[in-house]
């Protein structure tokens, strides 16, 4: 099943809600992700991080809608279903798995800050084009994201964007 097809796209965005750094590095818009998927916005709006280190943590409250078996990307729901996909890097898919520690299972409810995935990025850079992380928000509809925050940021960090 493709990227595209696993989220509808029909949720109603909601306007503020909390929504937190999930990768320690540097935020960056979404054309700046090197593939056209996302940063033309295929899979919706977003921003990617360019990670200093590699783990994921949960960025909202809500639950784990779904973990690819390649463990290389996670959606998240929230409680308003506002779908979020965390896509760690380029190209990581064909990796298969290896180098990425998955800690949720499917349906998991989660809070933010809780520790997804770890990373081992010093193998996996070497593996892939980027390790850009683009993080896609897939049912906005019309809506898009604007950043509030640039430049460096640590997990945890809030109000780092806003639901136009």
């Known amino acids: 099943m493709g990227l595209k097809n696993l989220f509808k796209k029909s949720a109603k965005a909601a306007k503020s809600f909390d929504f937190y750094m999930p990768i320690t590095g540097a935020l960056l818009p979404l054309e700046k992700v090197p593939d056209p ?6 899979m919706g709006d977003g921003f990617a991080i ?35 996909l965390i896509h760690f890097g380029i190209d990581t898919v064909a990796l298969g798995g290896v180098g990425f520690t998955i800690h949720i299972e499917k349906d998991q409810p989660i ?8 990373v081992n990025i010093e193998a996996v850079k070497t593996q892939v084009p980027s390790l850009i992380t683009p993080i896609i928000f897939t049912n906005l509809n ?23």
Not at 51 to 62: D, H, L, R
């Open 37 to 42: 998927v996302f940063s033309e916005k295929m």
């Open 50 to 84: 360019e990670p200093t280190e590699g783990k994921v943590y949960a960025p909202i409250a809500g639950t784990v809608f779904s973990i690819f078996p390649t463990k290389h990307a996670i959606a998240l729901k929230t409680h308003d279903d506002l779908e979020i």
């Open 111 to 118: 809070t933010p800050g809780e520790l997804l995935l770890e």
């Open 142 to 164: 019309q809506s898009t994201i604007q950043l509030k925050k640039n430049g460096h940021l640590v997990h945890g960090e809030g109000d780092i964007l806003e639901i136009k």
